[in-house]
């Protein structure tokens, strides 16, 4: 019997763990088992909820509180239609709102998998696009761009790029607006992205915010690629999982999608409620082909622990799921100081995310980048940032300066 | 300036909750500001994010971990566009990963407000549409239907419809499946209302769950509305609030449209994270359209605090917006003894909303609904259920003696 599995931990200092679990399992699927008569019984045993794994964690001298267990249930496929809001119903609609409980991870059939392109271009894609495959990416962030009009818009864009950048977001509150609505941001920013590649050398990759009334999603992501967008922002949590799924397994939007993690706090901080940031950010985004995915980093200003990003990171690399990877990209705070942390916990397969730590290096926006590609650089030699700012790169001496230097 | 309004409730020991307020009012708006040239300033100052309010709760000997403020920032209109995603990307996007922060309440600018035209029918529009205008509303749930047929789909319907209810909602977990597709399960069940009202004289609406892909959800609105649908369920948090409004706001999709709670529990039980249940289940659910919203009650099985209660409620019906009043539909574990008590808490204008209350019932589902019916008459003439029930109403004294009595 095909199924797709939920881990959730539950807490509660006196309940009978496996009882309650057997009563997630028959309630969130055939809502009752012991009354149903033996012939009924055979006829509902393929839609029944299995309990997998109880785990009790009750060690002696236990607090008040602490005491919990981390339970395992398999849905049957054949309960719930091959979509993210079916699944999430399933397995967490009601019981979402029963005591302390929070989902900690899924487990996807491979029948629920089927109906799931992924990512459209992963990691692969993305560095294909880029030519650039043996290091670490950057990303730079539009800052401040609420009232800006096309020129100055042009302007931060440009001095972005010249910077070395590989890749350059929106802001994500940046919405459709009448002083850079979307297609004209798009064609003045690609238009500066061909004049500074002929500088750098590089080519660039600008992530232009999706928003709006959900139906008009897919028009105006068409629209953008018309003007010449070649990747596309994405508030997910926002609009729902499904849509998501829907614009990247959509053949005509054939640009990389950068998912955001924006109201993501709003599910994964508490140890009791919601969902973890490694399903969310991790599971979700990739089952719904989120190419680059950003999340808060454990080093920055807006942080969360790093076992949790790791286990983002886990879900986005894995190599268990038939669906291209998506790229991390721990964001917040990053500084050139922070390079070889990142890139020592994430391996190469990484985008380096940026924003204050670009436009507020003291040598402007584009020094800014620089002292990044300079950091990048330096690790990937494995010389330390300090020797590498002494010998002839001012930009990331200065950055060290600015922010600290190598953690 | 037009702006909308969030209060946030934010837990620090030490903080300065007033500069923490400042920097989100600016961090979320224009970025920057005292860095900004006289001139830029100007420009930019009908894009400020302004503190209104800000409250410390420190009370001499306050504990490490509960002292708190509550922030009340407002957001220029101008800065974001006019739907929910934009707004929860705008007040709670970054910010809710930023520490110990709930976002507790919203407030809707007139401008903001122009672009939702709220529930289509609203409390007077079902209440007209069932003839029913001088007492609570009653609501079967549809219990344990995954992998039944058509044939027990529709027995089951039948027994609820006898009992005399007003309302009947599929199951939530019910997704569009071979056995019970959506058009033939409208019909069947449309068909045994109608025979039912030949004999109880009361109008039924059926909700059925919308459910499958977003992009294809209007469509299966207007299919099932075709096939005779007089209602629709939405699992509305799966999909985001936009596609309830847009549903809710099509002209062709008419008919009430009632939000399911289900996920809501991944946002509002933590007192230090996530989104309260009157922004999610009152004020939300009624901007972008439901007219009747189901919500865990203070009294069941699956519960939430009764001010919570009282808050969605008050979001529900308050007259300050322009919008239709949504009907309440408190939830989970109800049985006839809650009757008065619901009537109090709520008034008349609230639907009772029972599944097991109605189909556990000793007597049949038929006895379950009619002991429903007996104690609203009850309750509406003042009667004590106990005296009602022994002036010959045999069904509401078996729910008392299987339930427990009156509160």
Known sequence: MSSCTATYRLY???????????????????????????????????????????????PEGVQPGERYADVTIAYPDVNFSKDIPALLVTVFGKISMDGRIKLNHLGFSDEYLSAFPGPKFGIKGIRDRLGVHNRPLLMSIFKSVIGLDLDEL???FTRQALGGVDLIKDDEIL?????????????????????????????????????????????????AIDAGANALLFNVLSYGYDVLHELSSDSAINVPIAAHPALAGAFYPSPHYGISASVLLGQLMRLAGADLVLFPSPYGSVTMPKEENMAIRDELLSSTLPLRTSMPVPSAGIHPGLVPMII????????????????????????????????????????????????????????????????
């Open 344 to 407: 020592r916990d994430f391996g190469t397969d990484v985008v380096i995310n940026a924003g204050g730590g670009i436009h507020g290096h003291p040598m402007g926006t584009e020094a800014g980048g620089k002292a990044f590609v300079q950091a990048i650089e330096a690790a990937q030699k494995l010389i330390s940032l300090a020797d590498y700012a002494a010998a002839g790169h001012p930009e990331l001496q200065k950055a060290l300066d600015t922010w600290g230097g190598e953690r």
């Open 154 to 156: 042009r302007d931060q």
């Open 175 to 223: 919405f459709d607006n009448p002083l850079t609505p979307i297609e004209k941001r798009v064609e003045v920013c690609m238009r500066a992205a061909e004049a500074a590649e002929k500088e750098t050398g590089k080519k660039l990759l600008y992530a232009a915010n999706l928003t709006g009334p959900t139906s008009a999603l897919r028009q105006q992501a068409l629209r």
């Open 12 to 58: 509660d200092d006196k309940a009978d763990f496996h009882k309650k679990a057997e009563s997630i399992a028959v309630g969130m699927t055939v809502g009752s088992w012991t009354e149903l008569p033996q012939a009924k019984r055979e006829s509902m045993q393929k839609h029944l909820g299995q309990v997998l794994k109880v785990y009790v964690h009750e």
